[in-house]
């Protein structure tokens, strides 16, 4: 019975499943079965990390006081509102991206026709800089859009990769 208990509780400790909503592979990281993030209960867990801290916090108002005592916990904060994302901010002003139709991903500053990332049906991200046939990330999971969203703002601001 011992054994049995032991296996089990191996198991769900080793499952990429076990902890995690969203795993997030970058295409540089293809041949590792370590993701290079983890999405899981509005934070964000980079591999590296050896403290009981998240490396990002997301929320879903600006709520200075929160915000601020994360910044200063030295975590990244993440706010995603009504397509809208914010990265390490604490005030409203424009927003770094907006998610539009199509899984579009546009920096503010961007006037052009060009998206700076899709997220694709397969859970696939692409910026639009990849000229590779390999995806700028994967994202497993069942919030896609939205994790795609987090890690496209991300990579885009240069925070992950």
Same mark, same amino acid.
């Given at each position: 019975?011992?054994? +049995?208990?032991?296996?089990? *509780?191996?198991?769900? *400790?080793?499952?990429?499943?076990?902890?995690?909503?969203?795993?997030?592979?970058?295409?540089?990281? #293809?041949?590792? $079965?370590?993701? =290079?993030a +983890?999405?899981? #209960?509005? !934070?964000?867990?980079?591999?590296?990390n !050896?403290?009981q801290?998240?490396n990002?916090? $997301?929320?879903?108002?600006?709520?200075?006081?929160?915000i601020t005592q994360?910044l200063? =916990?030295? %975590?990244?904060?993440?706010?995603?509102?009504n =397509? %809208?994302?914010?990265?390490n901010? +604490?005030?409203? %002003?424009?927003p770094?991206?907006i998610?539009?139709?199509?899984?579009?991903?546009?920096?503010?500053?961007?006037?052009?026709?060009?998206? #700076?990332?899709?997220i694709?049906?397969?859970?696939? *991200?692409?910026?639009?800089? #990849?000229?590779?046939?390999?995806?700028?990330?994967?994202?497993?999971? =069942?919030? !896609?859009? !939205?994790?795609?969203f987090? +890690?496209?703002? *991300?990579?885009?601001? %240069?925070?992950l990769?």
């Amino acid at each position: 019975m011992k054994k +049995i208990y032991l296996v089990i *509780l191996t198991i769900a *400790l080793f499952s990429s499943h076990a902890f995690a909503d969203s795993n997030i592979w970058l295409n540089s990281n #293809n041949k590792s $079965i370590t993701p =290079n993030a +983890i999405i899981k #209960n509005h !934070q964000i867990w980079l591999p590296t990390n !050896q403290t009981q801290t998240p490396n990002f916090v $997301i929320f879903d108002q600006m709520d200075q006081n929160k915000i601020t005592q994360a910044l200063t =916990n030295n %975590q990244g904060v993440i706010v995603i509102k009504n =397509n %809208q994302i914010w990265v390490n901010e +604490i005030s409203t %002003q424009p927003p770094f991206a907006i998610l539009r139709s199509g899984n579009q991903i546009w920096l503010q500053d961007n006037h052009g026709t060009v998206a #700076n990332a899709i997220i694709k049906s397969n859970g696939t *991200l692409w910026l639009s800089t #990849n000229n590779s046939t390999i995806a700028s990330a994967y994202i497993e999971g =069942n919030n !896609q859009r !939205q994790d795609g969203f987090i +890690i496209a703002a *991300l990579l885009l601001s %240069q925070q992950l990769g």
